[in-house]
């Protein structure tokens, strides 16, 4: 990470600390790492992206329907799944440091870095040939850089190759053979490299033994394929419809040191979409450009998000492509578009001995549907939306000088607070009073807020870090005629409206239905 990405990282996490969106878990006893506490605003601000994601999901599809299934499941769930079996990741300890790290994730920096120096040819050859320079043809025709991309090639075969075939003596290999170092000690002298599964496993009460293990669900998605038959008949879908939930999900992850990116308890927001064999592909294009198009409706900038097919397929899928965020540290998955075939369901069949068949009238025939899936965590799309919302920027003060001001642009349907109310002055009843009357007739139609102290301006800058859009203030005019001013938090346009007005204005640009129109 460059020094003003670190920068930009760190002010995200302080700023979300600061102003109540998000805590570290237990912070009195020094934190748990890898688990954070929503705070007021945070809870808020989750709630919206669950409820925008649902809204595009469930309510804007006849075909998808929603369900909450529980945390805990059969074991034997997690057998069906592969999960017991094949849900690891390569773990490497160094010796001398004693930090442990996830063997792919290090061959996978390593390649960030050669790509890196590619790019950084490009730039300089860029600036040389100016207007006539030809990227693609400088690519690959330049000796250095395709040496470095042969370099690139090499290792993400033999890296796909390692991952696909759980080999954890090819990983240790290339590791020595590129000489990783251990990024806080320098040291090689690493341990071999092992499979470490991600479940967190507990005890039934009742039960002793092996016979009682749990496990805490590592995804959402088995609570949709072993209720697929009971949703399909009470809700008589026909495929291809889907089924949509959202819930905490827990994965004992190795490394988990990005703030909420990668946390051991979080939340996902999972779409299952069943179809008939040999259209899974169809579907999988079409959730693909769907996906993408839920990002963009936020006003995230196109050159912020990328597809990016998978080198190695997990275990149950024929397809699989992630939807990349820029965050802070570079592009990584914020959302995973799979086809998973038949595999789950058929799993489920098989271990449990019930038939998991739909019948499909058109074709007058039993089968087991395939599946697409749609997957994105609930909590890196916070980070997505906190990395891209919150910016420093110059404005000009109340009396026309340049000042800076923390804002955090996010967009209107997802503010945690919608408008703020602000009596002109706190120390006379009268606009206080009247000020409080307004507030009471907003907060019916949305989440408000009411704040007296400080000076106006410092009101505005506090309201400008938590994103709220509007910002009404109550002064002596409008206890004559009923009217105030309507400030908005991106164009600071200040505008005076009478006080009926101000519902319909702030729903009209807060409105959950403006990212569908
Ligand atoms: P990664 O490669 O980053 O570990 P993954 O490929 O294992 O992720 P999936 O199993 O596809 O992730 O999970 C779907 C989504 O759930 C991810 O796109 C991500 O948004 C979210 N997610 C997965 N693991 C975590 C985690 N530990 N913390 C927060 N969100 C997560």
Not at 413 to 434: F, G, M, R, S, Y
Request: negative net charge.
């Amino acid at each position: 990470m460059s020094a003003s990405s670190e920068d930009q990282f760190k002010n995200i996490v302080s700023h979300c600390k600061e102003y109540g969106f998000i805590y570290p878990s237990s912070e009195i006893y020094d934190g748990l790492s890898a688990a954070y506490d929503y705070g007021p605003y945070g809870v808020e601000l989750k709630n919206n992206i669950k409820d925008y994601w649902w809204q595009a999901m469930v309510r804007m599809h006849d075909n998808i329907v929603g369900i909450d299934a529980a945390i805990f499941m059969h074991p034997k769930t997690w057998k069906a799944s592969g999960h017991v079996d094949a849900f690891n990741d390569p773990l490497i300890d160094n010796k001398d440091s004693k930090k442990r790290y996830r063997a792919d994730v290090m061959i996978e920096e390593y390649v960030e870095k050669i790509e890196a120096k590619i790019s950084k040819e490009v730039d300089k050859a860029a600036k040389r040939f100016g207007d006539t320079f030809d990227e693609a043809m400088y690519r690959q025709t330049n000796p250095r850089v395709m040496e470095y991309q042969a370099q690139i090639d090499a290792i993400k075969t033999r890296l796909a190759n390692c991952m696909t075939n759980g080999d954890m003596d090819g990983l240790k290999a290339l590791i020595e053979e590129l000489e990783i170092a251990d990024p806080v000690s320098g040291s090689r002298n690493w341990t071999e490299v092992r499979q470490f599964n991600l479940m967190f496993s507990t005890q039934l009460g009742n039960i002793a033994g092996e016979e009682g293990k749990l496990y805490l669900r590592p995804e959402t998605a088995q609570g949709i394929f072993v209720n697929f038959l009971n949703v399909q008949k009470t809700t008589r879908q026909k495929v291809p419809f889907g089924i949509a939930q959202i819930g905490k999900a827990f994965r004992n992850e190795i490394v988990a040191r990005q703030f909420i990116f990668r946390m051991r308890e979080f939340e996902q927001m999972e779409m299952q979409f069943f179809v008939r064999p040999g259209t899974e592909m169809e579907f999988y294009m079409y959730w693909k450009e769907e996906r993408m198009k839920w990002h963009l409706a936020l006003g995230t900038p196109a050159e912020k998000l990328k597809f990016k097919d998978h080198d190695n397929l997990a275990h149950y899928a024929n397809a699989a492509v992630d939807i990349q965020f820029e965050f802070p540290f570079g592009f990584r998955e914020l959302e995973g578009i799979h086809s998973r075939t038949d595999y789950d369901l058929k799993s489920h069949q098989e271990l449990s001995g019930r038939k998991l068949q739909y019948f499909d009238p058109e074709l007058n025939e039993n089968y087991i549907p395939y599946v697409v899936e749609t997957s994105i965590g609930c909590d890196r799309m916070f980070l997505a939306m906190m990395s891209h919302a919150l910016v420093e920027e110059t404005v000009p003060d109340a009396d026309g000088k340049d000042s800076t001001r923390t804002v955090l642009k996010l967009p209107p349907a997802l503010a945690p607070i919608k408008c703020a109310v602000l009596p002109l002055v706190k120390n006379k009843e009268e606009l206080t009073d009247k000020a409080t009357a307004v507030l009471h007739k907003l907060k019916a139609h949305f989440p408000c807020q009411y704040d007296e102290k400080d000076a106006i301006g410092r009101r505005y800058r506090r309201q400008d870090a938590i994103g709220t859009p509007y910002c009404v203030t109550v002064d002596f005019q409008t206890l004559e005629d009923d009217t105030v001013t309507i400030r908005d938090r991106d164009t600071l346009e200040q505008v005076r409206v009478s006080i009926d007005e101000v519902t319909a204005r702030v729903l009209a640009r807060t409105s959950m239905a403006n990212l569908f129109a």
